[in-house]
């Protein structure tokens, strides 16, 4: 994705069409976030909502949600809330993931990235944690991830 996927968003969201083939373009961006098959189902500055099926693929040898798929499908979602966030004239990058796993995540997830409050972009470089909240269909949390992100201002390369 790039600055433009809050717009884009913004174009697709409204239909059920649209949102899966949002969710089809993040996962041909970032061919990895394909393996937890996510799906896109909220997007603003500030908040991102991703759900993802429980499904074979996920499964780790005891049948339920794996660790490290949860993960997966919460940095897809810090991703996205970070790029309908951060300004156009910055960039950002992880550096970092800090998971809890609270109860056995037996059923469909969904994940819910928070950056609040939304920083001030006029520092030259900084770092700022995404919280985000993986619930299943019970609207239990199973896994709570934060994931810092360093932002800094975008190379100018040259003027015309």
């Known amino acids: 994705m790039n600055a433009n996927a809050l717009h884009l968003w913004k174009r697709l969201g409204g239909s059920a069409l649209g ?21 896109v ?3 603003e ?3 991102s909502l991703v759900w993802a099926k429980k499904r074979w693929r996920v ?4 049948g339920t949600f794996h660790a490290i798929a ?15 966030t951060v300004p156009p004239t910055h960039r950002w990058i992880p550096i970092g993931i800090e998971a809890k796993y609270l109860a056995r995540a037996e059923s469909s997830l969904t994940a819910e990235a928070k950056l609040d409050p ?4 006029a520092a030259e470089k900084f770092d700022v944690d995404v919280q985000v909240e993986i ?12 994931i810092p992100i360093r932002v800094s201002p975008r190379k100018v390369t040259g003027e015309f």
């Open 19 to 39: 949102r899966r083939l949002f969710s089809l373009g993040v996962g041909l961006k970032a061919p990895y976030f394909l393996t937890v098959r996510a799906h």
């Open 70 to 84: 949860m993960c997966n499908l919460a940095e897809l979602a810090m991703g996205l809330v970070a790029e309908a």
């Open 59 to 62: 499964h780790n040898h005891i």
């Open 41 to 43: 189902r909220e997007l």
């Open 45 to 47: 500055p500030g908040r």
């Open 135 to 146: 619930r299943d269909d019970s609207g239990e949390l199973v896994c709570s991830v934060t």
């Open 118 to 121: 939304i920083p001030d972009f």
